[in-house]
């Protein structure tokens, strides 16, 4: 599986990690022999950045084929509708869609049920505001039981920010202004990531 990506929209692998970061929650498609699984999950980077780690339920089947084949993880960024209105000549554009992805593809390879608890763990240190009690112990010995965790090496990562670096300056900051004033849903964070990724001035 490949995705289309000019050049003008490509982008770096740090950048990428970062996406993934901060948009964990991923799309995980395997395709043994044609027959396409999909699976929505979060998968977190491992400390050296060079593996996803997650777990799927035990009564999905999809662990069962992951070593069989790659998979390929997506990871959606910040994205959004952008108006032929916002450019600084209308009638010589179309309308189009920012947004920003990374796949990253790989052989998953599942893990013994001892490292199921400990996914667990680091999901919840990540996500989990503090102060809460700690799970009953009992319930995190049950848990463990009900899913399957693997490790997704990353064997490929195609990265792809589709976010106006193809128009001009005057361009750029004409949609970063329609988007934070439009109110649509991922407006604002598309406009944030266009601001933090290019020499634009802010506005207000």
Do not use: C
Not at 178 to 195: D, V, Y
């Amino acid at each position: 599986m490949t995705i289309y990506i000019p050049p003008h929209f490509s982008g770096d692998a740090a950048t990428a990690r970062q996406l993934i970061a901060d948009h964990p929650f991923a799309t995980l498609i395997t395709a043994p022999g044609g027959a396409v699984h999909v699976t929505h999950v979060p998968l977190l980077l491992d400390e050296a950045g060079a593996a996803l780690t997650g777990h799927v339920a035990k009564a999905n089947p999809h662990w069962r084929l992951l070593e069989s084949a790659d998979s390929v993880a997506v990871f959606h960024g910040p994205h959004a509708f952008v108006s032929r209105g916002w450019y600084e000549h209308p009638a010589d554009n179309v309308p189009t869609w920012n947004y920003a992805t990374v796949h990253v593809t790989g052989r998953a390879q599942l893990q013994p049920a001892a490292a199921s608890r400990a996914t667990l763990e680091h999901l919840a240190a990540r996500f989990e505001p503090a102060g809460l009690p700690p799970i009953a112990e009992a319930k995190m010995e049950r848990l463990p039981q009900g899913i399957v965790a693997f490790r997704l090496p990353i064997g490929s990562l195609e990265v792809k920010f589709k976010m106006n670096q193809n128009k001009t300056a005057a361009d750029r900051a004409g949609v970063i202004r329609g988007l934070r004033a439009s109110g649509a849903p991922g407006a604002t964070a598309t406009a944030n990531w266009m601001q933090a990724h290019d020499e634009v001035p802010s506005h207000p």
